[in-house]
């Protein structure tokens, strides 16, 4: 804990104790995982790593007990967790899991575990796509929810956040909610720190709200806090700016679900004279990596919740400096464990921080961008599906495999879908409604079936593309 760190006010909620403060049940175990990620991450990485090692045998052992998938795919058993060499080339004797496999496997359910142990709650689903235009469902467990909390919890530790400030937020919210002129607002920060800390307003707007109105509402919250896509803060900040509005109580701002380029951080930070804090996190895996509160260019990767590799594709492990594809194997969601899931970024490898903490580095992410939609009346929308629109899609066209919308024209989509057989008519027809309901009824849709989604340039699967030119 820094000495600058914001006082941080525990809520009680024991009658008659106001101080120290005894929280709740969910609160509790919050505090006390964020207990030791306190001491934990000034570990040395040996001894984090061995650590990690004893929670995924825990982990291995429960999916080849109750995860019909993994039957046979897993080594019988694991080297002791305190000989590294031994164990790391087992661990790596382990199939990649694919995107694909975990879409053959939800038919089935089969990467579902049979049961929980006791005290995991229960089953909560998502849907997501990463950037890759492949919709998958994740499956996670209340206690899977908990340990996400903690993790959003040191990352306003980490970089200091006063949580009785005001949190303002833009991202997806579900078809028509939060939206323009008011948002929505509530007490407290979210579910993370709601009934554990005392905190502030959390104001939110949709995502698709246009850019303009979008800057006119920020200046109306005058909020301490903004959390957005790097594509949307790049956007607000040349809309503040040329409107002459001014947010004077900002302190930070926070990007998520998109790879911040050191350019747009430059500019972001420019443009308002505030700090850009950037966060690795995907929908089915949780926080991977977060920003070092004293290196901006190094994420720590999150060891004591998810096991990250970074690997070749012939699967040696990167050294630093190196760049491979990134596996992840969150460490505790026993309802769809996913054990070294390709999710279809690639990261670098840094070196030891000199912040002292021992959790590894990767000092790049790359490959998680995405164009805007150009909107037939003028202005631009990011183009984010929602868990609740994956869904709906996937309930449209169930043989999907695949996905990426092209904009052809300013009034024109193409919805590609790659699937295990030929579109049925009625299936066409559900998917056009489908992204006409999404997208708006301005927009003539196509809809294109196809055995396999081309690439970008770059190798890399993008879900949407625009084609129309920039006209200035
Ligand atoms: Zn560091």
Redesign the pocket.
Known sequence: MHRDQPPLGIVSAMPGIAWPALPGGPGAAILAILFQLQQTQWWPADRIMQAQRRQLAALLDHARAEVPFYAGRLPAGLPDPADAEAWEATWRTIPVLTRDEIQAADAGETLLAHQLPPGHGEYREVFTSGSTGRPVRAVRSQVWELVWSAFTVRDHLWHRRDLTGTMAVIRESGHGKAAYPDGDAQQGWGFSSAGLFESGRLVSLNVTTPADRQAEWLARQDPDYLLSHPSILMRLAAETHAAGLRLPRLRQVIAIAETLRPAMREAIEAAWGVPVIDIYSTREAGYLALQ?P??PQ?F?IQSEGVRVDVEHPDGRPCAPGETGRVLVTPLHNLAMPLIRYDIGDAAEVGPP?P?G?GLPVITRILGRRQNMLRLPGGGRRWPLLSSGDLGALVAAVPVLRQYRIVQTAVDALRLEIAAARALSEAEAIAAADWARAKFGAGFAVTVQGLDELPRSAAGKAEDFVCEVPDTP
């Open positions: 070092c004293d290196h190094h720590h921080c912040c903490r």
